[in-house]
Protein backbone atom coordinates (compact mmCIF):
# COMPACT_ATOMS: atom_id res chain seq x y z
CA UNK A 1 0.00 0.00 0.00
CA UNK A 2 1.55 3.41 -1.23
CA UNK A 3 1.54 6.08 1.57
CA UNK A 4 -0.64 9.27 0.24
CA UNK A 5 1.97 12.42 0.66
CA UNK A 6 -0.05 13.67 3.77
CA UNK A 7 0.66 10.59 5.53
CA UNK A 8 4.30 10.75 4.52
CA UNK A 9 4.80 14.43 6.10
CA UNK A 10 3.15 13.04 9.36
CA UNK A 11 5.77 10.57 9.40
CA UNK A 12 8.85 12.74 9.09
CA UNK A 13 7.26 15.79 11.42
CA UNK A 14 6.76 12.51 14.09
CA UNK A 15 10.69 12.16 13.11
CA UNK A 16 11.26 16.02 13.73
CA UNK A 17 9.35 16.50 16.66
CA UNK A 18 11.61 13.24 17.88
CA UNK A 19 15.10 15.22 16.72
CA UNK A 20 13.45 18.16 17.82
CA UNK A 21 13.22 16.93 21.68
CA UNK A 22 16.50 15.38 21.48
CA UNK A 23 17.92 19.03 20.40
CA UNK A 24 15.91 21.03 23.06
CA UNK A 25 17.03 18.88 25.82
CA UNK A 26 20.58 18.81 24.83
CA UNK A 27 21.83 21.49 27.30
CA UNK A 28 20.21 19.40 30.16
CA UNK A 29 23.91 18.60 30.69
CA UNK A 30 25.03 21.86 31.37
CA UNK A 31 22.18 23.05 33.74
CA UNK A 32 22.95 20.05 35.72
CA UNK A 33 26.55 21.70 36.21
CA UNK A 34 25.35 24.81 37.03
CA UNK A 35 22.99 23.59 39.66
CA UNK A 36 25.91 21.47 40.97
CA UNK A 37 28.40 24.10 40.80
CA UNK A 38 25.95 26.39 41.83
CA UNK A 39 27.21 28.94 39.14
CA UNK A 40 27.14 29.59 35.74
CA UNK A 41 30.72 30.14 35.02
CA UNK A 42 31.48 31.65 31.81
CA UNK A 43 28.00 30.51 30.07
CA UNK A 44 25.17 33.29 28.78
CA UNK A 45 21.54 33.11 29.08
CA UNK A 46 21.28 34.52 25.18
CA UNK A 47 20.84 31.23 23.63
CA UNK A 48 18.44 30.72 25.57
CA UNK A 49 16.38 33.67 25.31
CA UNK A 50 16.50 33.53 21.72
CA UNK A 51 15.21 30.33 21.42
CA UNK A 52 12.24 31.07 23.86
CA UNK A 53 10.99 33.57 21.28
CA UNK A 54 11.63 31.22 18.68
CA UNK A 55 9.33 28.67 20.24
CA UNK A 56 6.82 31.19 20.97
CA UNK A 57 6.31 32.41 17.20
CA UNK A 58 6.33 28.81 15.74
CA UNK A 59 3.41 28.11 18.40
CA UNK A 60 2.05 31.23 17.28
CA UNK A 61 2.22 30.18 13.56
CA UNK A 62 0.78 26.55 14.09
CA UNK A 63 -2.18 27.56 15.40
CA UNK A 64 -5.82 26.54 13.57
CA UNK A 65 -6.67 30.19 12.89
CA UNK A 66 -2.96 31.28 11.46
CA UNK A 67 -1.59 28.23 9.26
CA UNK A 68 -4.36 25.38 9.51
CA UNK A 69 -2.85 21.71 10.01
CA UNK A 70 0.14 22.27 11.63
CA UNK A 71 -0.12 20.47 15.29
CA UNK A 72 3.11 18.89 15.49
CA UNK A 73 4.80 22.10 14.95
CA UNK A 74 2.75 23.31 17.75
CA UNK A 75 3.30 20.31 19.88
CA UNK A 76 7.00 20.16 19.63
CA UNK A 77 7.89 23.98 20.04
CA UNK A 78 5.88 23.81 23.00
CA UNK A 79 7.76 21.15 24.77
CA UNK A 80 10.68 23.62 23.75
CA UNK A 81 9.41 26.89 25.19
CA UNK A 82 8.49 24.83 28.64
CA UNK A 83 12.55 23.86 28.81
CA UNK A 84 13.56 27.09 27.72
CA UNK A 85 11.50 28.31 31.18
CA UNK A 86 13.39 25.90 32.97
CA UNK A 87 16.66 26.86 31.75
CA UNK A 88 16.05 30.17 31.97
CA UNK A 89 14.92 29.82 36.10
CA UNK A 90 17.72 27.76 36.77
CA UNK A 91 20.43 30.42 35.08
CA UNK A 92 17.83 32.87 36.98
CA UNK A 93 19.24 31.59 40.16
CA UNK A 94 22.56 30.72 39.89
CA UNK A 95 23.67 34.01 37.95
CA UNK A 96 24.46 38.06 39.28
CA UNK A 97 22.59 40.73 39.34
CA UNK A 98 23.82 41.77 35.52
CA UNK A 99 22.22 38.74 33.97
CA UNK A 100 19.37 39.05 36.10
CA UNK A 101 18.46 42.04 34.68
CA UNK A 102 18.86 41.10 31.24
CA UNK A 103 17.12 38.44 31.54
CA UNK A 104 14.05 39.51 33.05
CA UNK A 105 14.37 43.26 30.50
CA UNK A 106 14.52 40.53 27.25
CA UNK A 107 12.09 38.38 28.67
CA UNK A 108 9.45 41.53 29.08
CA UNK A 109 10.33 43.07 25.47
CA UNK A 110 9.95 39.45 23.97
CA UNK A 111 6.07 39.34 25.34
CA UNK A 112 5.32 42.32 24.43
CA UNK A 113 6.44 42.25 21.11
CA UNK A 114 4.78 38.57 20.93
CA UNK A 115 1.46 40.91 21.94
CA UNK A 116 1.75 42.91 19.62
CA UNK A 117 2.39 40.09 16.94
CA UNK A 118 -0.86 38.43 17.98
CA UNK A 119 -2.84 41.92 18.03
CA UNK A 120 -1.77 43.29 14.64
CA UNK A 121 -2.20 39.93 13.02
CA UNK A 122 -5.84 38.58 14.79
CA UNK A 123 -7.21 42.47 14.38
CA UNK A 124 -5.86 43.22 10.94
CA UNK A 125 -5.68 40.38 9.22
CA UNK A 126 -8.50 38.35 8.39
CA UNK A 127 -7.63 35.40 6.26
CA UNK A 128 -5.43 32.01 7.34
CA UNK A 129 -3.13 33.29 4.18
CA UNK A 130 -2.49 36.41 5.25
CA UNK A 131 -2.06 35.51 8.39
CA UNK A 132 0.58 32.71 7.71
CA UNK A 133 2.55 35.34 5.47
CA UNK A 134 2.82 37.46 7.74
CA UNK A 135 3.47 35.23 11.16
CA UNK A 136 5.52 32.81 8.89
CA UNK A 137 8.34 35.67 7.99
CA UNK A 138 8.32 36.68 11.54
CA UNK A 139 8.83 33.06 12.68
CA UNK A 140 11.61 32.62 9.99
CA UNK A 141 13.46 35.36 11.28
CA UNK A 142 13.77 35.22 15.04
CA UNK A 143 14.59 31.16 14.07
CA UNK A 144 17.41 32.52 11.77
CA UNK A 145 18.59 34.76 14.76
CA UNK A 146 18.22 31.55 16.98
CA UNK A 147 20.41 29.38 14.40
CA UNK A 148 22.99 32.68 14.09
CA UNK A 149 23.75 32.06 17.61
CA UNK A 150 26.79 30.01 17.33
CA UNK A 151 28.52 32.12 15.16
CA UNK A 152 30.70 33.32 17.79
CA UNK A 153 31.74 30.03 19.06
CA UNK A 154 32.82 28.88 15.75
CA UNK A 155 34.78 31.82 15.25
CA UNK A 156 36.58 31.17 18.43
CA UNK A 157 37.25 27.49 17.07
CA UNK A 158 38.93 28.91 13.90
CA UNK A 159 40.47 31.12 15.98
CA UNK A 160 42.11 28.84 18.88
CA UNK A 161 42.21 25.34 16.34
CA UNK A 162 40.12 23.74 18.86
CA UNK A 163 36.95 22.28 18.85
CA UNK A 164 36.70 21.58 22.07
CA UNK A 165 33.86 23.56 23.11
CA UNK A 166 31.84 22.53 20.19
CA UNK A 167 29.25 19.87 21.41
CA UNK A 168 29.81 16.85 18.59
CA UNK A 169 26.70 15.78 19.54
CA UNK A 170 24.64 18.94 19.80
CA UNK A 171 25.85 19.53 16.39
CA UNK A 172 24.59 16.31 14.88
CA UNK A 173 21.09 16.79 16.07
CA UNK A 174 20.82 19.83 14.69
CA UNK A 175 21.86 18.95 11.31
CA UNK A 176 19.58 16.06 11.28
CA UNK A 177 16.81 17.96 12.65
CA UNK A 178 16.93 20.82 10.27
CA UNK A 179 17.21 18.25 7.27
CA UNK A 180 13.97 16.17 8.53
CA UNK A 181 12.79 19.49 9.14
CA UNK A 182 13.25 20.50 5.74
CA UNK A 183 11.92 17.68 4.04
CA UNK A 184 8.66 17.82 6.07
CA UNK A 185 8.38 21.54 4.48
CA UNK A 186 8.95 19.87 0.82
CA UNK A 187 6.49 17.45 1.37
CA UNK A 188 3.92 20.17 1.50
CA UNK A 189 5.42 23.66 -0.10
CA UNK A 190 6.10 25.85 3.92
CA UNK A 191 8.81 28.00 2.29
CA UNK A 192 9.15 29.46 6.04
CA UNK A 193 9.47 25.86 7.50
CA UNK A 194 11.92 25.59 5.14
CA UNK A 195 14.19 28.60 4.82
CA UNK A 196 14.59 28.60 8.76
CA UNK A 197 15.45 24.82 8.82
CA UNK A 198 17.25 24.81 6.05
CA UNK A 199 19.59 27.73 7.14
CA UNK A 200 19.61 25.79 10.46
CA UNK A 201 21.34 22.82 8.38
CA UNK A 202 23.66 24.31 6.71
CA UNK A 203 25.36 26.17 9.63
CA UNK A 204 25.02 22.74 11.78
CA UNK A 205 27.25 21.07 8.68
CA UNK A 206 29.40 24.01 9.02
CA UNK A 207 30.02 23.03 12.89
CA UNK A 208 30.70 19.27 11.53
CA UNK A 209 33.25 20.14 9.20
CA UNK A 210 34.88 22.60 11.97
CA UNK A 211 34.82 19.14 14.49
CA UNK A 212 36.17 17.34 11.40
CA UNK A 213 39.55 20.00 10.71
CA UNK A 214 39.91 20.81 14.21
CA UNK A 215 39.10 17.85 16.49
CA UNK A 216 42.94 17.58 17.36
CA UNK A 217 42.89 20.78 19.44
CA UNK A 218 46.55 22.25 20.09
CA UNK A 219 48.82 21.28 23.07
CA UNK A 220 47.19 24.32 25.81
CA UNK A 221 49.19 27.07 27.23
CA UNK A 222 48.71 28.97 29.91
CA UNK A 223 45.05 30.13 30.72
CA UNK A 224 42.35 27.60 29.85
CA UNK A 225 39.95 28.63 26.98
CA UNK A 226 36.64 30.16 28.23
CA UNK A 227 33.68 27.68 28.37
CA UNK A 228 30.92 28.98 25.75
CA UNK A 229 27.67 27.39 25.37
CA UNK A 230 26.48 26.60 22.02
CA UNK A 231 22.37 26.74 21.70
CA UNK A 232 20.35 25.33 18.34
CA UNK A 233 16.58 25.31 18.22
CA UNK A 234 14.00 24.42 16.01
Request: charge should be positive.
Amino acid sequence: MVMSVNSIRIVVGIIGNVLSFFLFISPAPTFIRIVKNKSVEEFHPYPYLASTMNCLMWIFYGLPFVHPNSVLVVSINSVGLFLQIIYLLIFFIYTGKKYRLQIVAILCAELVGLAAVVAGTMLGLHTTASRTTVVGVLATFFGICMYAAPLSIMWKVIKTKSAEFLPKWLSIACFLNGICWSIYALLKLDPYILIGNGIGAALALLQLILLVIYRNPPPKEGKKPSTVELNNVV
